[in-house]
C-alpha cells in the first residue's frame, strides 16, 4: 500500500508542476493549434478471460466485435485520426499492457469498451472515467473490471501493490489521473448523450471509479459498458450485428463531436 500511496503522490506533484514553466496560450505566448491525431481502441477481455457472459454471448466477442466496428468508422470518416487497436482478434491482454499501447502511440483519447453483469433486472449503459468511487455500485464495477489482474504473473509487483479486492486501493489510484479529468468527463458526457438519444438506449449515466485499464493511460480516457449480458434483452440486442452497429454509430459520432469542439477550442 506505502508504494501505491507514493506513486499517486508522485503523480500529483508531477501534476502540480512548476511555477516557472511557460504555459501556452499565456500573454505574449502564441496558441499552438490543436489536433487530435491518435486514438487508442480497446476492446475488453479476450483470450483466456472471456469477461461477463450471458446464455449466448460472451463480454470479449461482444466488445471487440463493437470495437471493430468503431474503428472501421472513424477510418473511413476520418482519413486525419490514426486508430490503434489493442487488440483486433480473440488474444489476452494485460491491462497494463493496453495502457502502454495508447503511451507508446502518444494517443490523444483512449476508449475503452465492455459490457456489464448483475442481476437479470438490471439493464442500460454506462460511461466511466476515472475518478473516486461514489457509491458501493461503482466500487463494485471497478473491482469486476479490475479482478482480470489476477490472471496476470506479477500483477503485485507490476501495479504497484494493487489489490483489486480492497477500497482503498481503488480511491488511491482513482486521484492518479485528475490532470485528464475535465477531457474525459467531456467525451464520456457526449457518448452518453448520442446513447440516449440517436441509439435510444437506457442510460444509467456518466460514472466515476478507479479502472486500472485507464489508471495507465496518459491522456482523456473512458471506459464505456455498453449493457447487461446478465439481461436477456440486452444480450440479444447487444449480440446481434445492427445493435453492435448502433452502438459503435453512437461513439463514433460523440468521437466526431469531441474532437471538432476541441480542435476549435485550442485554436483551430
Given at each position: 500500500m506505502r508504494n501505491i500511496v507514493a506513486l499517486c503522490l508522485s503523480g500529483l506533484l508531477f501534476l502540480s508542476g512548476s511555477s516557472g514553466a511557460v504555459v501556452p496560450g499565456a500573454p505574449g505566448v502564441p496558441r499552438p493549434k490543436y489536433h487530435l491525431r491518435t486514438v487508442v481502441?480497446?476492446?475488453?477481455?479476450?483470450?483466456?478471460?472471456?469477461?461477463?457472459?450471458?446464455?449466448k454471448a460472451r463480454e470479449a466477442d461482444v466488445a471487440l466485435k463493437i470495437i471493430l466496428e468503431l474503428g472501421q468508422l472513424i477510418e473511413e470518416n476520418m482519413p486525419d485520426v490514426k486508430v490503434v487497436y489493442t487488440r483486433k482478434t480473440d488474444v489476452f491482454v494485460e491491462l497494463a499492457d493496453r495502457a502502454g499501447i495508447a503511451n507508446k502511440h502518444g494517443a490523444d483519447l483512449f476508449?475503452?469498451?465492455?459490457?456489464?453483469a448483475s442481476a437479470p433486472s438490471?439493464?442500460?449503459?454506462?460511461?466511466?472515467?476515472?475518478?473516486p468511487h461514489k457509491t458501493d455500485a461503482n466500487l463494485s464495477v471497478a473491482k469486476r473490471e479490475n479482478a482480470v489482474i489476477l490472471q496476470e504473473d506479477n500483477y503485485k509487483e507490476r501495479?504497484?501493490?494493487?489489490?483489486?479486492?480492497?477500497?482503498?486501493?481503488?480511491?488511491?489510484f482513482s486521484l492518479y489521473q485528475s490532470a485528464h479529468m475535465v477531457n474525459s468527463l467531456r467525451f464520456a458526457q457526449k457518448v452518453d448523450r448520442q446513447f440516449r438519444t440517436t441509439v435510444a438506449r437506457h442510460s444509467r449515466g456518466v460514472k466515476q471509479a478507479g479502472f486500472l485499464v485507464l489508471w495507465k493511460s496518459t491522456m482523456p480516457s473512458v471506459l464505456i459498458e455498453a449493457g447487461f449480458l446478465t439481461n436477456r434483452t440486452e444480450e440479444q440486442y447487444l449480440n446481434d450485428k445492427s445493435g453492435q452497429s448502433y452502438m459503435a454509430s453512437g461513439i463514433y459520432r460523440a468521437f466526431r463531436d469531441y474532437k471538432t469542439e476541441l480542435e476549435a477550442m485550442n485554436g483551430e
Open positions: 481502441l480497446d476492446a475488453g477481455h479476450g483470450g483466456k478471460d472471456r469477461g461477463c457472459t450471458g446464455v476508449i475503452s469498451v465492455h459490457c456489464n438490471a439493464y442500460g449503459t454506462e460511461v466511466w472515467t476515472m475518478g501495479y504497484s501493490g494493487f489489490d483489486p479486492t480492497s477500497p482503498q486501493s481503488h480511491i488511491l
